[in-house]
C-alpha cells in the first residue's frame, strides 16, 4: 500500500465522537470542521436535538457528514469496536489518568489508525465528560488555553485537535518510507503488531468477568469499592492489551472460577467435567 493510500486508510479509521450535546449548531459546526480536515465519521451520544435544521445551517458544506452520522444511547456503544480511545479532559480528576498535548494526541492516532479504529471523544458543552465516561478513554487529551480564559466552543476544541490529526498524517504521507509503529513504549521498525488492540467491547466484558472474580475471592466488596475497579481500568488502559492477551486473560479468569466452584460444591475435577459436557449437550439441543 502506498503511503497516500495508507493514510487515506486512517482518516477513514478515525471517528469524532460528541457525547450529550446540547446545542445543534455545535453539532453543525463540528462537521464543518471535520471536513475542512478530511475526517468524516461522526458519532453522536444521546444528543439532545438531531437532526436538526440549526445543526444543517451551521454545517453549509458539511451536511453529507450529518446525513452519515450514526446515532448511539451511550458512549460504550459508541467505542466499543475501537482499539484507541481518546477523551478530552479539561477538569484534574480524582485519579490522574495517562493525558497527552494535542501533538501528542496526532502521533499516538497516527501511529495506530492504520490497524485500528480510532475515537476521538468530545463532552458536553457545560460540563465535558464525566469520570465513567472517562475511564473509557485510553488516553485524555488536553488542550492548554490560556487559563485566564480556558473554555473552548466544543467545534473549536474538535478542530485544533483534528488539525494536528491531519498535519500529523499530511507529514508522514510526505515521507518516502513507512513511519516507525509505536506501541506504548516500544517502537518496532517497520513492524505491524502482530494482533489488533482489544477493542472497547472486549475491554469492557473484562472488567465485568475481573470484578466478579475478585468479589467471588472476596478480594473485591463492592459495597466499599475504594475505587479499585477504577485504578485496574487505569492499569489495563495504560497497558492496552491486544486481543490474544485479552483472551488469555478471560481464559486465566475462567479457570479461577472453576477452582471456585469445585471449592464452592465440594466435586472433583471429573464430575465438574461431566457437568459441564452434560450443559453444553443440551445448550447445543443434544439428546
Given at each position: 500500500?502506498?503511503?497516500?493510500?495508507?493514510?487515506?486508510?486512517?482518516?477513514?479509521?478515525?471517528?469524532?465522537?460528541?457525547?450529550?450535546?446540547?446545542?445543534?449548531?455545535?453539532?453543525?459546526?463540528?462537521?464543518?470542521?471535520?471536513?475542512?480536515?478530511?475526517?468524516?465519521?461522526?458519532?453522536?451520544?444521546?444528543?439532545?436535538?438531531?437532526?436538526?435544521?440549526?445543526?444543517?445551517?451551521?454545517?453549509?458544506?458539511?451536511?453529507?457528514?450529518?446525513?452519515?452520522?450514526?446515532?448511539?444511547?451511550?458512549?460504550?456503544?459508541?467505542v466499543s469496536d475501537c482499539g484507541l480511545v481518546i477523551g478530552a479532559s479539561a477538569r484534574v480528576r480524582r485519579i490522574p489518568w495517562p493525558l497527552m498535548s494535542p501533538v501528542e494526541t496526532a502521533v499516538k492516532v497516527a501511529d495506530?489508525?492504520?490497524?485500528?479504529?480510532?475515537?476521538?471523544?468530545?463532552?458536553?458543552?457545560?460540563?465535558?465528560?464525566?469520570?465513567?465516561?472517562?475511564?473509557?478513554?485510553?488516553?485524555?487529551?488536553?488542550?492548554?488555553?490560556?487559563?485566564?480564559?480556558?473554555?473552548?466552543?466544543?467545534?473549536?476544541?474538535?478542530?485544533?485537535?483534528?488539525?494536528?490529526?491531519?498535519?500529523?498524517?499530511?507529514?508522514?504521507?510526505?515521507?518516502?518510507?513507512?513511519?516507525?509503529?509505536?506501541?506504548?513504549?516500544?517502537?518496532?521498525?517497520?513492524?505491524?503488531?502482530?494482533?489488533?488492540?482489544?477493542?472497547?467491547?472486549?475491554?469492557?466484558?473484562?472488567?465485568?468477568?475481573?470484578?466478579?472474580?475478585?468479589?467471588?475471592?472476596?478480594?473485591?466488596?463492592?459495597?466499599?469499592?475504594?475505587?479499585?475497579?477504577?485504578?485496574?481500568?487505569?492499569?489495563?488502559?495504560?497497558?492496552?492489551?491486544?486481543?490474544?492477551?485479552?483472551?488469555?486473560?478471560?481464559?486465566?479468569?475462567?479457570?479461577v472460577d472453576m477452582l471456585q466452584e469445585r471449592a464452592a460444591r465440594n466435586i472433583s475435577v471429573e464430575q465438574q467435567r461431566q457437568e459441564r459436557r452434560a450443559a453444553k449437550k443440551d445448550s447445543d439441543g443434544e439428546i
Open positions: 500500500m502506498s503511503n497516500i493510500e495508507n493514510q487515506q486508510n486512517c482518516f477513514n479509521n478515525i471517528r469524532i465522537v460528541l457525547v450529550n450535546t446540547s446545542h445543534p449548531g455545535n453539532i453543525g459546526a463540528t462537521a464543518r470542521a471535520m471536513k475542512n480536515m478530511g475526517l468524516s465519521h461522526l458519532t453522536l451520544v444521546d444528543p439532545e436535538q438531531f437532526p436538526s435544521p440549526v445543526a444543517s445551517g451551521r454545517a453549509v458544506a458539511a451536511v453529507d457528514i450529518l446525513e452519515r452520522a450514526k446515532v448511539v444511547a451511550t458512549l460504550e456503544e459508541a495506530e489508525s492504520r490497524l485500528n479504529q480510532v475515537a476521538l471523544v468530545f463532552g458536553r458543552e457545560d460540563s465535558g465528560l464525566t469520570n465513567e465516561e472517562l475511564q473509557l478513554c485510553h488516553f485524555h487529551v488536553h488542550i492548554a488555553a490560556d487559563e485566564n480564559y480556558s473554555s473552548l466552543n466544543l467545534a473549536a476544541a474538535v478542530m485544533v485537535i483534528c488539525y494536528e490529526v491531519r498535519m500529523e498524517l499530511l507529514r508522514r504521507a510526505s515521507l518516502t518510507a513507512p513511519a516507525p509503529v509505536h506501541n506504548d513504549e516500544t517502537i518496532v521498525e517497520g513492524v505491524d503488531w502482530d494482533v489488533p488492540k482489544a477493542t472497547g467491547q472486549q475491554l469492557e466484558n473484562f472488567y465485568t468477568h475481573l470484578e466478579q472474580a475478585m468479589i467471588d475471592l472476596y478480594f473485591h466488596d463492592p459495597e466499599n469499592p475504594r475505587l479499585l475497579m477504577m485504578r485496574m481500568r487505569r492499569l489495563f488502559g495504560r497497558i492496552r492489551p491486544d486481543q490474544m492477551e485479552i483472551s488469555i486473560l478471560r481464559g486465566l479468569l475462567s479457570h
